[in-house]
């Protein structure tokens, strides 16, 4: 903890917050893009991405995990962060990151006992019928889960363009929605093509 509240101290000087793109800030913020992600520490958006300030909104829970729209009558969090991002900031682009060994994914594929942690427990369920029927089929020995990540980005796709932002703002042109799957150990991003394949930028 130190060593962070070290950096914040520094931060001022170590930016240089004196420059013209840090008070343009103050004016307010125009991200292109909603990058949902996991809250996984080793996943850093603008890292990946190399954004700068104001570039991306980001949207970050356990297993990048978008509940339906409405879900549970509950008010949500994520449903607020994405109706804001497209009716207030206008985004045009919308990632949903997966990563490989995600412990969300892993705990899904493995059916582990959630019981001592039920607040994760029924973060997952709101994943688990859509991923646990085929997550028998992955391969046990893959620590990085590449298949059950994947079907879970095509599937918070889904239930994103049930919620009605989305929609309209697909419907109308002005929306893309995009599948990236990122591995930790190598940096590599795959993006979704057309025909439901995860490949690698170029490949």
Same mark, same amino acid.
């Given at each position: 903890?130190?060593?962070?509240?070290? #950096?914040?101290?520094?931060?001022?000087?170590?930016?240089?917050? /004196?420059?013209?793109?840090?008070?343009?800030?103050?004016?307010?913020?125009?991200?292109?893009?909603?990058?949902?992600?996991?809250?996984?520490?080793?996943?850093?958006?603008?890292?990946?991405? +190399?954004?700068?300030? +104001? /570039?991306?909104?980001?949207? @970050?829970?356990?297993?990048?995990?978008?509940?339906?729209?409405?879900?549970? =009558?509950?008010?949500?969090?994520?449903?607020?962060?994405?109706?804001?991002?497209?009716?207030?900031?206008?985004?045009?682009?919308?990632?949903?990151?997966?990563?490989? &060994?995600?412990?969300?994914? =892993?705990?899904?594929?493995?059916?582990?006992?959630?019981? $001592?942690?039920?607040?994760?427990?029924? !973060?997952? /369920?709101?994943? #688990?019928?859509?991923?646990?029927?085929? $997550?028998?089929?992955?391969?046990?020995?893959?620590?990085?889960? #590449?298949?059950?990540?994947? #079907?879970?980005?095509? *599937?918070?796709?889904?239930?994103?363009?049930? *919620?009605?932002?989305?929609?309209?703002?697909? /419907?109308?042109? @002005?929306?893309?929605? &995009? +599948? !990236?799957?990122?591995?930790?150990?190598?940096? @590599?991003?795959?993006?979704?093509?057309?025909? =439901?394949?995860?490949?690698?930028?170029?490949?």
């Amino acid at each position: 903890m130190k060593a962070l509240l070290d #950096r914040a101290r520094s931060f001022e000087r170590r930016v240089g917050f /004196e420059g013209d793109e840090y008070r343009k800030l103050s004016v307010g913020q125009f991200p292109g893009v909603l990058f949902i992600s996991c809250s996984d520490s080793r996943v850093i958006p603008a890292l990946i991405t +190399g954004a700068r300030p +104001g /570039e991306i909104f980001e949207l @970050r829970n356990a297993g990048n995990i978008v509940p339906p729209h409405d879900a549970q =009558g509950a008010p949500s969090g994520e449903a607020a962060t994405i109706e804001y991002a497209l009716e207030v900031l206008g985004v045009q682009d919308v990632v949903v990151c997966g990563h490989s &060994h995600c412990g969300a994914m =892993g705990a899904l594929r493995q059916g582990t006992d959630l019981s $001592g942690l039920p607040g994760v427990d029924a !973060w997952l /369920e709101l994943v #688990r019928p859509a991923l646990a029927p085929e $997550g028998a089929a992955d391969q046990p020995s893959d620590p990085a889960l #590449r298949d059950v990540v994947q #079907r879970n980005v095509r *599937h918070q796709l889904t239930v994103l363009r049930g *919620h009605p932002a989305v929609r309209r703002q697909t /419907e109308a042109g @002005r929306l893309r929605l &995009h +599948g !990236w799957y990122y591995e930790v150990d190598t940096g @590599r991003v795959h993006e979704l093509d057309e025909d =439901g394949l995860f490949r690698v930028h170029g490949s």
